[in-house]
């Protein structure tokens, strides 16, 4: 099963997709990496949105695990988190 | 009289139709500020244990603070207080729209409405000419909330119930302009009344100690909100949709009656996705607010309304797996023209779908499929067929088909839409809070799971202390009475600005997370004004305010609701979680779920309770709650 890439609503629409299935990444960095060289220019605009964007791996921030050194398996899920507020 | 309040309590007997202004207690003023505190503290006083929620002995008490009719932005709220018929616990909730603004100028503090009318009837309350007039409401009876209050015209400030609440449906709320006071049946106590609505008018103002600092001070924080990039961006702009995305990233948006924390078409539903697709504009914002987080949207054959919130997205979209906005706007708004608390509604229907896939109850619901939700809405406002059943909500739906382990409850009152297995505070805080399963009586989550600087959420690190500090927060904040939204703005913008990911922002989340008891020490610190409602409060009132001073009186609410459920039977065995939140993992790296039980004993040794729960007596006797 490939890693599935869940992205922020900004993200998705420079993208223009509403998520992404990616083969074979073994690391967040990977996932980073692999985003950037598929999208071109887009995916440079991506790269700094991944900047202010927090990063989690099946729902854990990957500050509380191995930072962009953090191992994937397969069906993982990476997602872009954006701080926000609601109620 | 202490300067901020009108100094006028008006209590209404609807049993034989009479009235009386008394004064307010400037005691429970100094003690309990107002709101939910000075509800609180009356119905202690005034009811003995046992009453039927539902009889005419359960006062029904809208509680202003001195914080309503000023121009502070985020203050026209008004909380309601009565025992509630959904937990038999304390039942409150509070509401925007503009009731708190006319009971000011009405010059009425706290109304009590005591007993039950004979028949329908409303109220009308002239604060000039200090006359409350009583009309037959038969012509009302039956009608939503929208065409009530279209009914009763623009000249007075309204506070109405829809056919739920005529119907006792247990989660039934009260409705001013397009706002609710949701939680916890308060508009099943005022349908219990017979009361279809209570009208408001007058042209008092409000004397302030400092006016002219306050004025000043307003102007500053009005630009501090512009700029925040929560209260004066994302939520302005995206209302509390905003955080659908968020949630669903961190595995805990509800899924599947809280099966799942994730949900494939979150996007779909998400405040950005309506900013996109759906707005209408923004007009159901509460007067003052500045923040203006009420999204527009059209149902069709209706026209244009408000929308629905980050709670409705969450409890009637991901959590009936149904991505269709459309359709939860439309439920949205069937919703709020019954009256009726849309988190507790999307759990009934949750539960109802669950036990419908168990081959338990054949409902007529399935999660994925908006077919017969609507009907089925309509149903429960007004109690037909299996309809009478989900107006129970989950506890009592349990208690006659089964399925405990999944009803998702707390003391009775139905989950918020934060998944506490991915916010180990935020459980704390729902199995803990006096009122039941709510997610803004503290708002833990945002210091854990989806704000600017969030902890580690799954380990024990400070889960069992965020909460105290947040619980008593929202208690102040519920007296004053302001929007708990205000509470977003204490972190500043330039820790929004810190790169998430970098060396200095992981430096700082690590240094809270290990502040331990010094979390708590250091937010009881009295001192000057800091906060914008600390200084609103005292260029208001003239009485100091600090961060130390608003803990300290937050703690003796939350204490004293506590006493309210110990003396009408709650024990330590109903500060739990749902079965399905303790046992079932919804992270690949857990084995269990939420551990409460290793949190709760060093939560109540931080409340200064006992083992079992209880508010010691030092603890009663520092906080000065009479009992």
């Given amino acids: ?87 | 009289m202490i300067k901020g309040y009108a100094g006028r309590v008006l209590e209404i007997d609807l049993a034989n139709r009479s009235f009386a202004f008394k004064p307010l207690d400037e005691e429970i003023a100094r003690l309990y500020i107002g709101g939910k505190g000075y509800g609180t503290r009356l119905l202690y006083d005034r009811t003995p244990a046992g009453i039927d929620p539902l009889g005419p002995d359960n006062p029904l008490i809208f509680a202003t603070g001195p914080l309503n009719g000023s121009v502070a932005p985020q203050s026209n709220r008004f909380a309601v207080v009565c025992k509630s018929p959904l937990t038999g616990g304390i039942g409150n909730a509070t509401c925007g729209g503009s009731f708190a603004l006319g009971m000011k100028k009405a010059g009425i503090d706290i109304l009590i409405v005591e007993r039950r009318a004979d028949a329908p009837v409303r109220i009308e309350i002239d604060g000039d000419r200090d006359e409350v007039l009583f009309h037959d409401a038969a012509e009302l009876w039956g009608k939503g909330t929208y065409a009530t209050q279209e009914c009763l015209g623009k000249k007075q400030h309204h506070a109405v119930i829809g056919p739920a609440g005529e119907n006792q449906v247990l989660y039934a709320g009260i409705v001013s302009n397009e706002r609710i006071a949701g939680r916890t049946g308060v508009g099943a106590v005022m349908g219990s009344k017979r009361l279809k609505a209570v009208s408001v008018r007058g042209s008092r103002k409000l004397d302030m100690e400092d006016p002219e600092k306050f004025k000043e001070y307003t102007k500053e924080v009005r630009n501090l909100f512009k700029d925040h990039p929560v209260l004066g961006e994302s939520m302005k702009r995206f209302g509390t949709g905003a955080i659908v995305n968020t949630v669903n990233a961190r595995n805990i948006l509800p899924t599947r009656n809280f099966q799942r924390g994730s949900f494939s078409e979150a996007m779909d539903i998400s405040g950005e996705y309506m900013e996109d697709h759906e707005l209408r504009g923004v007009k159901s914002s509460c007067i003052h607010c500045p923040v203006t987080c009420g999204r527009d949207v059209d149902v069709e054959g209706v026209g244009r309304v408000k929308g629905p919130e980050y709670e409705t997205l969450a409890l009637m979209g991901s959590n009936l797996e149904i991505g269709n906005l459309k359709k939860i706007s439309e439920w949205n708004y069937l919703a709020d023209d019954l009256g009726m608390d849309t988190i507790s509604l999307g759990a009934s229907l949750s539960f109802a779908m669950e036990l419908h896939d168990r081959g338990v109850l054949d409902a007529g619901i399935s999660f994925g499929d908006p077919e017969g939700v609507s009907e089925l809405i309509r149903d429960i406002g007004h109690r037909r067929g299996i309809g009478d059943d989900l107006a129970n909500g989950t506890r009592r739906m349990s208690a006659k088909y089964g399925g405990e382990e999944f009803a998702m409850h707390v003391k009775g009152l139905e989950l918020s839409a934060y998944d506490p297995r991915g916010s180990f505070a935020q459980g704390v805080e729902y199995a803990t809070t006096n009122r039941g399963g709510c997610h803004v009586q503290g708002a833990s989550m945002y210091m854990e799971s989806v704000g600017p600087l969030t902890i580690n959420p799954q380990n024990l690190k400070l889960k069992a202390d965020i909460p105290v500090v947040q619980q008593n927060l929202a208690c102040a904040i519920n007296s004053m009475v302001l929007c708990i939204f205000t509470t977003y703005g204490i972190i500043p913008k330039a820790v929004h600005e810190m790169n998430p990911n970098s060396i200095r922002y992981r430096a700082l989340v690590l240094a809270f997370e290990n502040m331990g008891p010094l979390l708590r020490t250091a937010m009881g610190m009295k001192g000057p004004p800091m906060l914008w409602f600390e200084k609103w409060l005292s260029y208001i009132t003239g009485q100091k305010f600090s961060g130390g001073h608003i803990q300290e009186i937050g703690a003796r609410i939350f204490n004293l609701e506590r006493m309210y459920n110990l003396r009408e039977g709650f024990t330590a065995a109903d500060d739990t979680l749902p079965g399905r939140i303790l046992h079932e993992p919804t992270f690949k790296h857990m084995q269990s779920g939420h551990p409460l039980g290793q949190l709760l004993p060093k939560y109540y040794k931080n409340r200064g309770w006992d083992a079992q729960g209880v508010p010691t007596k030092r603890t009663l006797e520092r906080l000065q709650v009479r009992i």
């Fill in chain 1, 1 to 87: 099963m490939p890693v599935t890439l869940q992205l922020t609503y900004e993200m998705s629409k420079a993208l223009g997709v509403p998520r992404l299935e990616l083969e074979g990444p073994e690391t967040v960095a990977d996932v980073v990496r692999t985003v950037e060289s598929r999208f071109g220019d887009v995916g440079a605009d991506f790269a700094k949105l991944t900047r202010v964007t927090a990063i989690a791996v099946n729902g854990v921030l990957m500050n509380y695990q191995r930072g962009m050194k953090t191992r994937l398996g397969e069906g993982d899920v990476v997602a872009f988190v954006k701080a926000a507020a609601g109620g």
